[in-house]
């Protein structure tokens, strides 16, 4: 799923568009609970809903998460499981934007080899 509803042609600025509705339901997934990943499996697995690399960095670069980085981590790795996903350059960049506002020298580090890896598009 895409972090906006599809608008198609509709629309040529992108400005004002609303979020989809799966953004705040994901975004209340994220609690940092032992079981979090377990609900966002059981939430997607229920609606049978992918979260694209687009709705991932959205999400990471949300009000609601930009100042939780564990959270921030883990949603990061949790959505990386997904059958068929890869992330892009920009969810590695939402995730660094986060760890860097913590001062997580450490994951920015690691996530900088990672990109490494890649040949991004």
């Known amino acids: 799923i895409e972090p906006f509803n599809d608008v198609s042609d ?16 994901i975004l209340n997934l994220l609690d940092g609970s032992a079981s ?14 992918k979260l694209s ?6 999400v990471l670069k949300s009000d609601e998460i930009r100042e939780k980085p564990d959270i921030a981590w883990s949603f990061f790795c949790w959505s990386r499981k ?11 960049v939402s995730l660094v934007d986060v760890l860097a506002l913590a001062k997580d020298v ?3 580090r690691f996530i900088c080899s990672e990109i490494r890896k ?4």
């Open 10 to 25: 509709l629309v040529k600025s992108n400005r004002n568009l609303q979020p989809s509705p799966w953004v705040s339901q």
């Open 53 to 58: 690399p687009n709705f991932v960095s959205f």
């Open 36 to 49: 979090m990943e377990s609900n966002l499996d059981c939430f997607c697995r229920k609606f049978l809903i």
């Open 118 to 121: 890649f040949e991004f598009p």
């Open 106 to 108: 450490d994951r920015i």
């Open 82 to 92: 997904q059958k068929k996903y890869t992330h892009n350059l920009e969810c590695y």
